[in-house]
């Protein structure tokens, strides 16, 4: 089956940038998903990609598609405390119901 | 806000008890889901219904059960609960089910004792 994965933890400074990363196995994911959670919370659908695409900015928030290595990653710009949280990759299939999740990043941003 | 409701916010019960989690999609969406979380299994997918009919199922348990009603709010349904079964219990609503973006609800925290 499909078949989603990330790193589990990344620690950055305020002010850098941040780079999640994830891989994933389905060729033929239709969307890619970023999610956010912060605690106590549910999922936030922060940002998305369809397959076609290669790139897809939204103020900080910039999605690279390489869809030859099947790797996604979200890279954050001017990371705040506010970021700090977990993030979910994800990828849909218009085959399929559902969206198959990674286990998520966690991302803790300290001053 | 992403517009789906889950009541109640918080439930604490003890074994062997059964319990109701309620779901209220987004206005015009069709297609509910339930995901459960917890810190060793992730976030695990258990059940969709798109509009009244079950669409897809994945790690449920057979002493859980769901059901979409016509007004489409959803409910999970949780009975001879274990301690095991403590964890985060998510709704979330699509407008197509079809890969489409999902929008959770703030969840609902389930604490068996």
């Known amino acids: 089956g499909e078949d989603v994965e990330q790193s589990l933890f990344l620690s950055v400074r305020e002010g850098d940038s941040s780079v999640i990363n994830c891989t994933y196995t389905d060729s033929s994911s239709t969307y890619l998903y970023w999610y956010k959670q912060e605690p106590g919370a549910g999922l936030q659908l922060l940002t998305y990609?369809?397959?076609?695409?290669d790139m897809k900015q939204d103020q900080r928030l910039t999605v690279l598609l390489n869809k030859k290595d099947k790797h996604l990653s979200l890279r954050i710009a001017d990371t705040q405390t506010g970021d700090s949280a977990i993030y979910f990759c994800?990828?849909?299939?218009?085959?399929?119901?559902?969206?198959?999740f990674g286990k998520g990043t966690m991302l803790l941003v300290s001053p | 806000d992403s517009g789906v409701t889950q009541t109640p916010k918080h439930l604490i019960t003890a074994t062997g008890q059964r319990v109701t989690l309620r779901c209220s999609p987004r206005?015009?969406?069709?297609?509910v889901y339930w995901y459960q979380q917890s810190l060793d299994q992730g976030l695990q997918f258990l059940i969709q219904y798109y509009n009244g009919e079950e669409r897809a199922k994945g790690n449920i348990l057979e002493r859980f059960s769901a059901q979409q009603f016509p007004d489409l709010h959803s409910e999970l349904n949780l009975s001879s609960l274990e301690l095991g079964d403590s964890a985060l219990y998510f709704c979330?609503?699509?407008?197509?089910?079809?890969?489409?973006?999902?929008?959770f609800g703030n969840g609902t925290r389930l604490t068996v004792t």
């Open positions: 206005s015009g969406d069709l297609s």
């Open positions: 990609i369809f397959s076609n695409m």
């Open positions: 994800a990828e849909g299939n218009s085959g399929y119901s559902t969206l198959t």
């Open positions: 979330a609503s699509s407008v197509a089910g079809n890969g489409s973006p999902l929008h």
